[in-house]
Nanobody, 123 residues
Framework: QVQLVESGGGLVQAGGSLRLSCAAS????????MGWYRQAPGKQRELVAS???????NYADSVKGRLTISRDNAKNTVYLQMNSLKPEDTAVYYC?????????????????WGQGTQVTVSS
């Protein structure tokens, strides 16, 4: 079984910073793209940032210059450093990973989601 476990959410004032972490565990053969999504009340889930296994990144326009995604392949972990936070960043943040699991003989590729972590930015 593959699991993604997130940590690092919380309450912060506007202009403040938070760092989210998401660690993948289980019978992991390889991890392809990883990313962070968010969902605010009454809104659809949206992509915040993604990163390939080679380190190429992609960001939503609304977070460029403020949020930074990174990953540690040795630890199967993806991070989201959030600076200059705004009240409109308030949402539940979910990590996502495209993972090939199993063994050399029997592999399975699938997408996995974390449980979500609440980020609240007060004005």
């Amino acid at each position: 079984q593959v699991q993604l476990v997130e940590s690092g959410g919380g309450l912060v004032q506007a202009g403040g910073s938070l760092r989210l972490s998401c660690a993948a565990s289980g019978s992991i053969f390889s991890i392809n793209d990883m990313g962070w999504y968010r969902q605010a009340p009454g809104k659809q889930r949206e992509l915040v940032a993604s990163i390939t296994s080679g380190g190429r990144t992609n960001y939503a326009d609304s977070v460029k210059g403020r949020l930074t995604i990174s990953r540690d392949n040795a630890k199967n972990t993806v991070y989201l450093q959030m600076n200059s936070l705004k009240p409109e960043d308030t949402a539940v943040y979910y990590c996502f990973a495209d993972i090939t699991s199993g063994t050399v003989i029997s592999k399975r590729r699938s997408g996995y989601w974390g449980q979500g972590t609440q980020v609240t930015v007060s004005s």
